[in-house]
């Protein structure tokens, strides 16, 4: 099983000085980078704070300028905010600049938040047909002239300008088992994250996505990653303090999935802490049950055992509201004390 690093950019206090967020963002990837890690996820939102990457592209042309192995994926493009045209030549684009490291990562979206701003009236469905429209014109506009006249796009016959050497993978994020569907059918590799939930939805998802390659035969043999929130700790205490501080993270997850709440200068209204201890959805101690928090052979044995139910890569999710240095320290004991236990 691959390991790799998913990370945005987030900033949670209008005191925090975006120019340093952002360097210490690329500190981590730089530190991923010479750790051996396969691949550096991030992806696409807009007018917030909490996870602030407008353009994952820009990223990972300059996280390709300070590295040297990694790959560089999307994770993920958000479809319905895209033209198919725009997407396959800026794809292509940015796997020319970063000599073939692409990986491009697509969903539906998942703020009403985000929908409400560039596409007023979109409901979930809808992006997941927009999503379900893209791909394919875009795999099309990749192999030369292409004309489309779908429901939500159409254009005389034209080509991704640039053209990829190779296609970039793509990878669908997927949670029902049509999505998985469609990315086997597709020839897509998939993308899931249980968030908060633990084993069972962690094997849900890839019973799904099992049983649609099962069932459609892929002509080449796809890839499934798993994402999920991660920290590798010093000791008990340490990753008590971790499960706390994604569980503050989480429902500030919810709060800004729900809508509902005042939003000003891209950072929402602070929660309470007796809103935060009385969420019982999000809880300290689903994360430490849930989630992969723990010493280096917690941590391991975790890993071991999604290897075993068949994923192929793992993504350590770092985003957490902790502090940079924190967050370092963690990534730093990923590299030294996991990675090797997977090569």
């Given at each position: 099983?691959?390991?790799?690093?998913?990370?945005?950019?987030?900033?949670?206090?209008?005191?925090?000085?975006?120019?340093?967020?952002?360097?210490?963002?690329m500190t981590l990837c730089e530190i991923a980078d010479k750790g051996g890690l396969h691949t550096i996820w991030t992806g696409e939102h807009h007018g917030m704070n909490f996870t602030i990457a407008p353009n994952p592209f820009i990223n990972l042309v300059d996280i390709a300028n300070r590295t040297q192995h990694v790959r560089l994926g999307t994770g993920t493009i958000i479809a319905p905010f895209t033209h198919p045209v725009r997407l396959?030549?800026?794809?292509?684009?940015?796997?020319?600049?970063?000599?073939?490291?692409?990986?491009?990562?697509?969903a539906r979206g998942a703020y009403s938040y985000e929908y409400e701003r560039l596409?007023?009236?979109?409901?979930?469905?809808e992006a997941g047909q927009r999503m379900r429209e893209l791909i394919p014109a875009v795999q099309a506009l990749w192999q030369g002239d292409y004309a489309h006249q779908g429901e939500f796009w159409s254009f005389p016959s034209t080509t991704s300008a640039p053209q990829p050497k190779q296609p970039p993978p793509i990878w669908v994020a997927a949670r029902d088992p049509n999505s998985h569907e469609f990315a086997v059918k597709n020839g897509c590799n998939v993308q899931v994250t249980p968030l908060h939930q633990g084993e069972e939805e962690i094997t849900r998802l890839i019973s799904c996505f099992k049983a649609a390659c099962q069932e459609y035969s892929p002509e080449k043999p796809l890839k499934i990653m798993l994402l999920q929130h991660g920290y590798i700790a010093e000791n008990e205490a340490d990753a008590q303090l971790?499960?706390?501080?994604?569980?503050?993270?989480?429902?500030?997850?919810?709060?800004?999935?729900?809508?509902?709440?005042?939003?000003?200068?891209?950072?929402?209204?602070?929660?309470?802490?007796?809103?935060?201890?009385?969420?019982?959805?999000?809880?300290?101690?689903?994360?430490?049950?849930?989630?992969?928090?723990?010493?280096?052979?917690?941590?391991?044995?975790?890993?071991?055992n999604y290897e075993a139910m068949g994923y192929d890569e793992y993504a350590l999710w770092i985003d957490s509201?902790?502090?940079?240095?924190?967050?370092?320290?963690?990534?730093?004991?990923?590299?030294?004390h996991v990675v090797p236990e997977f090569h």
């Open positions: 099983m691959k390991l790799s690093l998913f990370l945005h950019m987030e900033r949670v206090s209008a005191d925090d000085s975006q120019e340093k967020l952002y360097e210490e963002m396959a030549g800026e794809a292509a684009m940015t796997d020319l600049v970063t000599k073939g490291r692409l990986e491009l990562g697509i596409m007023p009236g979109m409901t979930a469905w971790a499960a706390e501080q994604l569980n503050r993270f989480y429902n500030y997850f919810g709060a800004w999935f729900k809508n509902e709440r005042p939003v000003e200068q891209g950072l929402i209204k602070p929660l309470s802490e007796e809103e935060i201890a009385n969420n019982s959805y999000y809880t300290v101690e689903g994360m430490r049950n849930n989630l992969t928090i723990g010493n280096v052979d917690q941590v391991v044995a975790r890993l071991k509201g902790m502090t940079f240095e924190r967050k370092k320290a963690s990534l730093e004991r990923f590299i030294q």
